[in-house]
Nanobody, 125 residues
């Protein structure tokens, strides 16, 4: 089992940047692929980005390609989401999640076994 804690959310103007972090504890971090998801008010949780345990396989939602970058530091047990050129439609609670199928970078929410509590990202126009 792994425990996940997100940080780095906040309020930013459109066009700005934020960097989210997700710190893991418990079972070995490198045993997991990691993903970022988000949920806006009144909407279902949706995939944002994923990375396999080595960092060599990445996957992004079309809506964030070219603007967001996922990365991980296994020595620090942390996964990051660099978000640039933010838009008001990026406003949501952002969650990190761990997938024990560590070789994958899955966009499918049902494949993630462990979740953090989320961090709010608000983008003003």
């Amino acid at each position: 089992q792994v425990q996940l804690v997100e940080s780095g959310g906040g309020l930013v103007q459109a066009g700005g940047s934020l960097r989210l972090s997700c710190a893991a504890s418990g079972r070995t971090f490198s045993s997991y692929a990691m993903g970022w998801f988000r949920q806006a008010p009144g909407k279902e949780r949706e995939f944002v980005a994923a990375i396999n345990w080595l960092g060599g396989t990445l996957e992004y939602a079309d809506s964030v390609k070219g603007r967001f970058t996922i990365s991980r530091d296994n020595a620090k047990n942390t996964v990051y989401l660099q978000m640039n050129s933010l838009k008001p439609e990026d406003t949501a609670v952002y969650y990190c999640a761990a997938d024990p199928r560590r070789w994958t970078a899955s966009p499918f929410i049902e494949e993630y076994d462990f979740w953090g509590q989320g961090t709010q990202v608000s983008v003003s126009s």
